[in-house]
């Protein structure tokens, strides 16, 4: 019954055999890449076109606006940086502003990586971190200016204050998420070599939080860049030692607008080394040779 | 009253010989919500050296529980578990556990460090270069010598857990724990990988405590055969495995089926009771 049914629906055919040709015969089982092939495939080359082709956009616009006291051309843009940079001015302003801001993202780090810490040994310092995070991540860095001002006068301490509360909470924030996202399995592997505490934490969740760790640092260091920016413009003179921030806003006031453009333009340019060259080393090293990330 | 253990492949447990490892009454209860709930009840069971003692039953049995229970990451509402005579009160290497999921490989470490990685920081080797002539030697015990240097995301699911054996067999702790450590694989590869375990076996003789479902992983792996039923967990059976040369056969069938009886007379008296 069952055969005679299946064979009034099924569609008869015979049956096929074949051999598979042998690789060599075929040919192109492997081949490599033509030239723009591997070009489209380069991602610095293709990042160095797109930048390209913005400065060329911007160098239109700025022709055809052809006013330099309100959109110079990328080449006069150029010129200042390169007449700042050989006065000595502006490598004095990037280091300078560097400076307070590595210590700023250092003592934030430390700071975020205690907090952290303390929010995975223990129940309390959780809710200590939750609660702060909720409280402090909101509040621009800038809101606490003047403030900082009135506890730690015109200077660096001020400075540095702001930059740990623009990282500390982001850096936090990223870290804790990431150690809680690390795997049941991977947990329960470590405490199972008899690792503890401080091994614990240091051999098996952070390296498994490290993408998001990763993350954490970049937003810190975005962070950190815009409020000292921003900060430097409200005082900068501080003992003489004007960072970036303070370099725009003086050329500014001198109507020197192609250098308020150099000015932008270094944070820029030092924003895409960061990101491009010292975080992405950070990460092909690390989580992209694992496979942690693609 | 089920088919008596061959000759060769079970070993003498007299009375005189003292348990590796001792379940005794063990509850295990779990919180999930807002509800307490028992894994496994009085459970109890004895672990001789050398044993391949496998864990069988279906899914909510609690032989997982159990077996994590073992390793130390749950502790019994009720009963004790001992190890050498030692109350089981948290995980550690004397006790390393394989899983089932691939992720259990550190991402961040090759393959070598991997199965270097517990030796040192354990503490059971102190000099590196010992700590990897080990890791190498198991390596090569399941056919890994070629992928010493690889990332764990470079291999397959079967090497990935050849990686976690090796990495367990290498700490030669007194018991390995394998919680279904070849079920997310495919047929082919799980039948290979059996076939991998048991050679190993016969190589060093180490303690093994197997947890499956699958009634015929149980028969081909096991020289004792616990078996669990569900909701909670308690044990139904304690039987002796076959002789190698009769894994596969008419006992193993018979073997079974009387097994399947077993477990899923369970499952009928279940549907009239909700039903």
Redesign the interface.
């Known amino acids: 019954m069952a055969s005679v049914a299946q064979s009034a629906v099924l569609v008869e055919r015979p049956e096929i055999r074949t051999t598979p040709q042998l690789a060599s015969s075929i040919g192109a089982v492997q081949r490599e890449l033509g030239f723009w092939e591997r070009a489209y495939g380069n991602g610095p080359l293709r990042k160095f076109i797109l930048l390209a082709i913005l400065a060329g956009i911007w160098q239109i616009y700025g022709v055809s606006v052809g006013n330099n006291l309100l959109f110079p051309t990328f080449t006069d843009t150029i010129a200042a940086m390169w007449s700042s940079i050989q006065s000595g001015t502006l490598p004095a302003r990037v280091w300078a502003s560097l400076n307070v801001l590595l210590i700023g993202y250092g003592a934030g780090l430390a700071l975020a990586a205690i907090l952290t810490v303390l929010a995975i040994s223990t129940r309390i310092g959780e809710d200590i971190m939750v609660t702060l995070t909720a409280m402090f991540s909101p509040l621009p860095s800038i809101a606490l200016l003047p403030l900082a001002m009135i506890w730690f006068g015109l200077g660096m301490g001020s400075l540095v204050f702001v930059l740990i509360h623009s990282v500390l909470w982001a850096v936090a924030l990223n870290t804790y998420s990431g150690f809680r996202a690390t ?1 049941t ?2 947990r ?2 470590g ?5 503890r505490r401080w ?1 614990y934490i240091s ?2 969740l952070i ?2 939080a ?1 993408p998001s760790i990763i993350t954490g640092l970049k937003i810190g260091w975005a962070f950190a860049w815009r409020t000292l920016i921003a900060a430097e413009m409200v005082f900068g003179v501080s003992s003489g030692q004007g960072g970036l921030g303070w370099f725009i806003f003086q050329n500014k006031n001198m109507l020197d607008i192609p250098s308020v453009f150099a000015g932008l333009l270094a944070v820029i340019l030092i924003g895409l080394f960061v990101e491009g060259v010292v975080f992405k080393l950070l990460e092909d090293n ?1 989580i992209r ?4 990330q693609n | 009253m089920y088919p008596s253990p061959g000759p060769k492949d079970t070993q003498q447990t007299g009375p005189h010989v003292a348990p590796l490892l001792n379940i005794e009454d063990v509850t295990l209860q779990y919180v999930a919500g807002s509800m307490v709930i028992t894994a496994t009840y009085q459970v109890s069971a004895k672990v001789y050296k050398a044993d391949r003692f496998v864990l069988l039953g279906p899914s909510g049995c609690g032989k997982s529980t159990l077996l994590k229970a073992i390793g130390g990451f749950h502790k019994p509402t009720e009963g004790t578990i001992r190890l050498h005579d030692k109350i089981v009160t948290e995980p550690g290497p004397d006790r390393m556990m394989v899983f089932q999921e691939f992720d259990q490989l550190l991402p961040w470490q090759s393959v070598t460090e991997n199965v270097m990685f517990p030796l040192l920081c354990s503490g059971k080797i102190r000099n590196r270069k010992e700590a990897r002539d080990r890791a190498l030697h198991y390596l090569e015990k399941v056919n890994l010598s070629k992928f010493v240097d690889s990332h764990p995301h470079m291999l397959s699911g079967g090497m990935k857990q050849r990686v976690a054996i090796a990495r367990g067999m290498a700490m030669e702790p007194d018991v390995l724990l394998m919680d279904e450590p070849f079920a997310a694989l495919d047929a082919l590869t799980r039948v290979k990988m059996q076939d991998e375990l048991l050679e190993l076996w016969d190589d060093t003789h180490f303690t093994v405590l197997f947890v499956t479902h699958s009634i015929n992983e149980a028969i081909k792996i096991g020289n004792r055969i616990m078996l669990m039923s569900p909701h909670p967990g308690q044990v139904k059976a304690e039987l002796n495995g076959l002789a190698r040369d009769e894994i596969v056969g008419p006992k193993a069938k018979e073997l079974e089926r009387y097994i399947h009886q077993e477990l899923f007379a369970d499952k009928i008296e279940e549907g009239v009771n909700h039903g």
């Open positions: 795997s399995t991977l329960m592997v405490r199972n070599y008899g690792l091994g051999k098996i390296p498994a490290l690390t040779r694992w496979n942690m």
